[in-house]
T-cell receptor, first 115, second 114 residues
Framework: AQSVTQLDSHVSVSEGTPVLLRCNYS??????LFWYVQHPNKGLQLLLK??????LVKGINGFEAEFKKSETSFHLTKPSAHMSDAAEYFC?????????????FGKGTRLSVIA | DAGVIQSPRHEVTEMGQEVTLRCKPI?????LFWYRQTMMRGLELLIY????????DSGMPEDRFSAKMPNASFSTLKIQPSEPRDSAVYFC????????????FGPGTRLLVL
């Protein structure tokens, strides 16, 4: 069965320090992987996506993620956190639109940034 | 929000009332999705359409929920009768781009059923 696990429900970092949000997936196929961000009272915004091209994917706002097939991971990183990065982050896996669930969402990781 | 308009943005209603949520993508597309987000259950897919036809509605909670897509630029999600446990944020999303894999979300409708 396909699934996605975000290992931390809440991550707190100091402004200017690195960010690491962890995501592992389970799939029988080669999936497409996404990270979305949701700021308070807003919709979900696409940060970046991996679709079997380069394993290191760069997204908006300085975020990047690395696809590691051997570890079935797609962790999100940023070298230096800003206060504006405080939000909920979702790791998302896409399998096939012919299946019952075209996208599988993780439970989300809430990122807090401390001044 | 990639051109997805949802209305209303906020809705407060009393238990038993009918609620209709609307989604209008600015441009035509092939796929449209309805999601519900709550603190307890996170983000749940309710139903999705392909070329205006419902493909999978297994996420629709019960018969009180119904969704329609009369054309490529409009969809509704109706709850009748509404219950307090339906309180949530409801998102509409579309597939966008040549890869047809990236979903773009509307701003959501925050529903409170008293």
């Amino acid at each position: 069965a396909q699934s996605v696990t975000q290992l931390d429900s809440h991550v707190s970092v100091s402004e200017g320090t690195p960010v690491l949000l962890r995501c592992n997936y389970s799939s029988s196929y080669s999936p497409s992987l996404f990270w979305y961000v949701q700021h308070p009272n807003k919709g979900l915004q696409l940060l970046l996506k991996y679709t079997s091209a380069a394993t290191l994917v760069k997204g908006i706002n300085g975020f990047e993620a690395e696809f590691k097939k051997s570890e079935t991971s797609f962790h999100l990183t940023k070298p230096s956190a800003h206060m504006s990065d405080a939000a909920e982050y979702f790791c998302v896996v896409s399998f096939t639109l012919s299946g019952n669930t075209p996208l599988v969402f993780g439970k989300g990781t809430r990122l807090s940034v401390i001044a | 929000d990639a051109g997805v308009i949802q209305s209303p943005r906020h809705e407060v209603t009393e238990m038993g009332q009918e609620v209709t949520l609307r989604c209008k993508p600015i441009s035509g597309h092939d796929y449209l999705f309805w999601y519900r987000q709550t603190m307890m259950r996170g983000l749940e897919l309710l139903i999705y359409f392909n070329n205006n036809v419902p493909i999978d509605d297994s996420g629709m909670p019960e018969d009180r929920f119904s969704a329609k897509m009369p054309n490529a630029s409009f969809s509704t999600l109706k709850i009748q009768p509404s219950e307090p446990r339906d309180s949530a944020v409801y998102f509409c999303a579309i597939l966008f781009g040549v890869d047809q894999e990236t979903q773009y979300f509307g701003p959501g409708t925050r529903l409170l059923v008293l």
